[in-house]
Nanobody, 126 residues
């Protein structure tokens, strides 16, 4: 089982990026995928997540109104579209997959993920 992020880049404030989380090694029909970010010296924080059972997308306050999570089940990929990026969005972004005993969407984005990617760097310049 493997999840891998891509799409990180250097972008100016106000710009947009689309991150991809490509999954492999498991049946993409019962899962929760979360996007997290981390800056050095700080705790990893949730950004957004989506649950395949009901399609519910959850956004943390920092992402509401600017980020959109979506899925392409045929390609086993979850995207994070990030618009109106700010310097405070600079971080390493990780995706994580929960595929065993998937909790319902009411549990939010902080859940016992089974697999994590290696991360992709997003840098927003002012």
């Amino acid at each position: 089982v493997h999840v891998a992020e891509s799409g990180g880049a250097l972008v100016q404030a106000g710009g947009s990026l689309r991150l991809s989380c490509k999954a492999s090694g498991f049946t993409f029909d019962d899962y929760a995928i979360g996007w997290f970010r981390q800056v050095p010296g700080k705790k990893r924080e949730a950004v957004s997540c989506i649950n395949s059972a009901d399609g519910v997308a959850t956004y943390e306050d920092t992402a509401k109104g600017r980020f959109t999570i979506s899925t392409d089940n045929a390609n086993k990929t979850v995207y994070l579209q990030m618009n109106n990026l700010k310097p405070d969005d600079t971080a390493v972004y990780y995706c994580a997959a929960e595929i065993s005993g998937v909790l319902g969407s009411r549990y939010g984005c902080y859940r016992p993920y089974d697999y994590w990617g290696q991360g992709t760097q997003v840098t927003v310049s002012s």
